[in-house]
């Protein structure tokens, strides 16, 4: 059994004459993956009896973005997905026009064997399905509960778990008609729409979203804040998770995934917030900026004391006392530059021209810039690498 370009093979007659039957499917809704294709009986053909019988020298039609197949017994025999007119001619071997589908239908469609032989007659039972191609939109996920998230934030040293939950939608194409059928949906009646399959998608989504959440936090460092600037590194994440369950064992993937909202559970907020508040005081600048602010706070709610001024501010100065904060000093630490740090040992060279030992870019002596070389010092803890990490303490290299 195989599909004839009708093109190539109507010569001079006209296709409209020789056509026995002819099956084609209208515009697929956005919700729907496959449909039964139609058939239109020609005064010429002998079958008008079973819509489950092929003729031979029947006209079979596909539209762009969409993808027939051919079943006889239950079993695929055919596939097409490219659009045109075809027609039908049972002596010949599978067509498999698979158009932008790819190389990996063909290898799915060896693995499940030549049709079935009927000993030249025909087989009884022979149906045409249309599959949708295009991008299906509009399919709504969410978090019923908060799911874990990894915070580095290496400035203010932390490094902890939250929870946030996580709302938007995302998209699906059917990238192996053949699987989807064989392991999904089989010999459906008239319609397979996407709702019929929305629930099982969307649980095991969810289930992925976890560790690819962690893919983003962990190896990539992104703030939860930052995610909704990263769905196409969070599509790629959650695509090798569901590769097993989705595309090859489905014959679908991933399209796009978009996030309308990320939010952290309120305690867990106000405590990361509380500790990268902390850690910036650990610069005496913004310590004493923060002092400074805190004590003239503090004199006004003193000034407006309900018992008068004065009761006020003694208590504030014995606040102050009590808390035993150096001003004088803190100011004092502030004002201080950081003194330079010398060179990392080992990052001077010696100049191929002159001999000159050098520790900037361009010999001092007589300008001769410094040789490249693979070698880098770790910004952080001044220790000598030659890979992209720092095998001390792990720093990344500059770019």
């Known amino acids: 059994m195989g599909l004839i370009q009708a093109a190539l093979a109507a010569g001079t007659s006209v296709l409209s004459e020789q056509w026995k039957e002819y099956f084609y499917c209208e515009a697929i809704p956005a919700n729907v993956i496959a449909v039964k294709g139609k058939k239109k009986v020609s005064g010429i053909s002998a079958n008008r009896g079973n819509d489950n019988i092929i003729t031979d020298g029947s006209v079979i039609a596909v539209a762009d973005g969409q993808c027939m197949i051919i079943v006889e017994q239950g079993k695929v025999v055919d596939i097409c997905a490219e659009p045109g007119e075809y027609r039908y001619d049972s002596s010949t071997e599978p067509s498999l026009f698979t158009g932008n589908l790819g190389e990996s239908v063909k290898t799915i469609f060896a693995q499940i064997g030549k049709r079935f032989e009927f000993g030249g007659q025909p087989a009884e039972d022979q149906r045409v399905y249309y599959f949708n191609t295009k991008e299906l939109v509009g399919n709504k996920y969410g978090t019923p509960n908060p799911i874990p998230f ?120 106000k405590r990361l917030l509380d500790l990268q508040r902390n850690a910036a005081f650990k610069d005496p600048g913004m310590a004493y900026a923060n002092y400074v602010g805190s004590v003239s706070q503090a004199m006004v709610d003193a000034a407006n004391n309900t018992a008068g001024a004065p009761t006020g501010f003694m208590a504030m100065n014995m606040a102050q006392q009590a808390g035993n904060i150096d001003a004088a000093a803190m100011l004092n630490a502030a004002q201080q530059k950081p003194a330079p740090q010398p060179a990392p040992a080992g990052n001077t060279w010696t100049c191929p021209t002159c001999g000159q030992e050098c520790t900037d870019n361009f010999c001092p002596k007589c300008g001769t810039k410094k040789p490249e070389s693979t070698k880098w010092f770790c910004q952080n803890c001044g220790a000598e690498n030659n890979g992209n990490f720092c095998t001390k303490c792990g720093t990344k290299k500059p770019e």
Not at 185 to 203: H, M, P, R, W
Not at 215 to 239: P, V
Request: hydrophobic content about 40%; proline content about 2%; some cysteine.
């Open 150 to 269: 990894r915070v580095v934030d290496k400035n203010a040293n932390i490094d902890m778990d939250i929870r946030i939950r996580c709302f938007g939608e995302y998209s699906i194409r059917v990238v192996d008609p053949i699987l989807f059928y064989t392991n999904v949906c089989g010999n459906f009646a008239q319609v397979y729409t996407v709702d019929e399959i929305s629930n099982q998608l969307k649980t095991e989504l969810l289930t992925a979203l976890q560790p690819a959440l962690a893919k983003l936090s962990g190896e990539e460092g992104i703030r939860y804040s930052q995610i909704i600037t990263h769905t196409g590194e969070l599509a790629d994440a959650l695509n090798e998770q569901l590769s097993a369950k989705w595309r090859d064992l489905r014959g679908i993937e991933i399209v796009s995934f978009g996030v309308s909202s990320v939010n952290a559970l309120e305690e867990d907020e």
